[in-house]
């Protein structure tokens, strides 16, 4: 009997997802452990994995559809099985899907199912207003700053959205114009920056926007930073990389990011000042023994927070290594709903960008968010009033005032600098 595979609920904030491809056509053998396609979740592309042997006998919804956590998405049975026709109230209606362009066909190569077995196919995705250009907000910035047209390019990203990709490999080629049209840059003052156009809102921005606007407007925000000397930081790295960076991983080699000092000198600073360690729970303020701790990584639809879980018994070393594990598996899509989830605390970097200084929104339900900005080269007055050349580093704390006061977020921000300032206590 053909076994119906609903669309899973991959977090406990997911309320449906979006069908980005299949990667198993109708017809096509599956075994347990094969990914039959991607869902677009509220917090990250995910695979859909195959638990059953057989053949994929239907697809009841087309890739760039949004289909409800728990709707009927496909159909496995035996070869030559008719696949289980299901009630009109099973069947995702055609308003409930993404407003993405419908995918190409498959390749040539691919024979279609033949005309006994193949269902009819479902109603595709409504096609683009005419005019409309899909694309990510960094693939139109990047398309500007190099001069380049997005009319034409062919997308690669879900339903043919052209994402950054599809810009730099269009730049190594030359720029690209529409009929008619130079294809120089406009000049500097001249005219409009860009066409005016409709963005679809992926289901990762939108809960990005539907949190952060929830954590603004219900939780009572203070915020207070603190300036730190970034020399003694900034020299220990510059030593352990030179002596670490060249060697392969199997004989200790490893090089350290400055946001690895970071999150160390966090976990020990929570340590020393647990007050921030803590949740707000209505009744009751949950203060935690472990720390959990999350950190920014962007991405073309927004920041996501992969979580190292148990943070507080890792060294140095192995939180570097777990981090550049999440940042991989995020830039990917690949990251697990329980890799996102269960944070305690939160770190967000902007000193890559040459940031200096910003107040981050608390990501609930943790009390506190650490902002960190770049590392300055500036002038600064040593303990015999000297002026002197001095590497400077602004880090702030946004904190839920219902759990802190000003005085622990202090106190936490000394113990963070007290840490920062002598890097070596990080390596014991």
Known sequence: MAEI??????????????????????????????????????????????????????????????????????????????????????????????????????????????????????????????????????????????????????????????????????AAKGPSAPAGTSAAPAAMGGGPIGADEKVSISNMRSAIARRLFESKTQIPHFYTEIEIDAGPLTDLREGLNAALGELPPEKGGIKFTVNDFILKASVEALRRVPGVNCSWMNDHIQRHGRVHLAFGVALEDGLVTPVIKHADSKTLRQLSTEAKELIGKARAKKLKPDEMTGSTFTVTNLGMYGVTGFYGIINPPNAAILSVGATLKKPVVDEYDRVVPGRRMMIGISGDHRVIDGAIAAQFLQALKALLETPALLLL
Not at 23 to 33: F, I, S, T, Y
Request: hydrophobic fraction near 40%; glycine fraction near 10%; charge should be neutral.
């Open 5 to 170: 595979i609903d669309m899973p609920k991959q977090s406990d904030t997911m309320t449906d997802g979006v069908l980005v491809k299949w990667l198993k056509q109708e017809g096509d053998k599956v075994a347990p452990g094969d990914l039959l396609g991607e869902i677009e979740t509220d917090k990250a592309t995910m695979e859909l994995e195959n638990f059953v042997a057989g053949v994929m006998l239907k697809h009841y919804v087309t890739a760039g559809t949004k289909v409800p956590v728990g709707a009927p998405i496909c159909a496995i049975g035996k070869a030559g099985e008719a696949a289980p026709e299901l009630p009109a109230t099973a069947v995702v209606p055609p308003a409930s899907k993404a407003p993405e362009p419908a995918p190409a066909a498959p390749p040539a190569s691919t024979p279609p199912p033949s005309a006994e077995t193949k269902p009819a196919a479902p109603e595709p995705a409504p096609a683009a207003p005419a005019g409309r250009i899909f694309a990510s907000p960094l693939a139109k910035k990047l398309a500007a700053q190099k001069g380049l047209s997005l009319a034409g390019l062919k997308g690669s990203g879900p339903g043919g959205r052209i994402v950054r990709a599809d810009v730099l490999s269009a």
